[in-house]
């Protein structure tokens, strides 16, 4: 049974289960408010799937800290659990930067915990992985496994639909996430009808794809995420949505 990779492809590291913000449409800001930083607005969305007649729940969930953002990713079923946490700050208007990030993975097959500090004064991270640290080399703009989802859409919210690329820290490495926009499609979803554009993240040397289907009006919000593995195909739909308290009951 492949449920722990199943729990990790639907929404751990391939594409965001997030919002920056429920807008439809912002005015213009003026030039001094273009030259902060805006940072994203405390949300909290709720995902299910079934995998090999198991039900697994989805929780992604962004809260304001006294140094920055707090982004937690929580997958459950009866039988395992995958618990992302990642803390970051936003310097520039562009780019935020991640501080640390965790990992955590109970129930079955081997328990697995890791965690990365950043520290861009020395342009080090420290990689703690079950108890083993070792210290990488990185460079200014490098994200975790969970932060880049937050960058992909700020990206994306910002008009842009080429170069969506991103070097993430992981096992001890750099790895390139590369993402394409590749249609425009209307969906029918547990929170009703809502346009959507369509996202592809392919791999090298892999035949696993996911596409990703996000809802511009909503600033990106992800409403369904598929990945392909050969013949195999896994399905997650979102089912509650909340921005700064407010619920998001269906797309209008």
Do not use: C
Not at 28 to 42: G, I
Not at 51 to 72: C, F, Q, W
Not at 116 to 145: A, H, R, S
């Amino acid at each position: 049974m492949r449920l722990i990779p199943t729990l990790f492809v639907l929404g751990l590291s391939l594409l965001p289960v997030a919002v920056i913000a429920n807008a439809p449409e912002q005015e213009q800001p003026d030039t001094e408010t273009a030259n902060q930083a805006t940072p994203p607005k405390q949300f909290k969305n709720i995902y299910r799937a079934r995998a090999y007649g198991i039900g697994i729940t989805v929780t992604h969930e962004l809260t304001p800290t006294d140094s920055g953002h707090k982004l937690r990713f929580f997958a459950d079923s009866f039988v395992a659990s995958i618990e992302e946490i990642s803390h970051f700050d936003w310097p520039t208007p562009e780019r935020l930067r991640p501080t640390s990030y965790t990992y955590e993975r109970s129930g079955l097959g081997r328990d697995r915990s890791a965690k990365l500090d950043f520290d861009w004064e020395t342009g080090k991270v420290t990689n703690n992985v079950q108890d083993k640290p070792w210290k990488m080399t990185i460079e200014p703009g490098v994200l975790d496994k969970l932060s880049f989802q937050i960058q992909l859409q700020h990206d994306l919210i910002a008009g842009k639909t080429e170069n969506l690329a991103y070097d993430i820290a992981d096992g001890g490495r750099l790895k390139h996430y590369q993402f394409e926009v590749v249609a425009e499609e209307t969906l029918e979803t547990p929170l009703g009808k809502v346009d959507t554009v369509k996202i592809k993240r392919s791999r090298e040397d892999d035949d696993r794809i996911t596409y990703a289907w996000m809802a511009p009006k909503y600033d990106y919000l992800l409403v369904r995420m598929q990945q392909e593995e050969g013949s195999k195909v896994y399905t997650i739909y979102i089912h509650e949505s909340e921005v700064d308290g407010e619920t998001i009951s269906a797309f209008e």
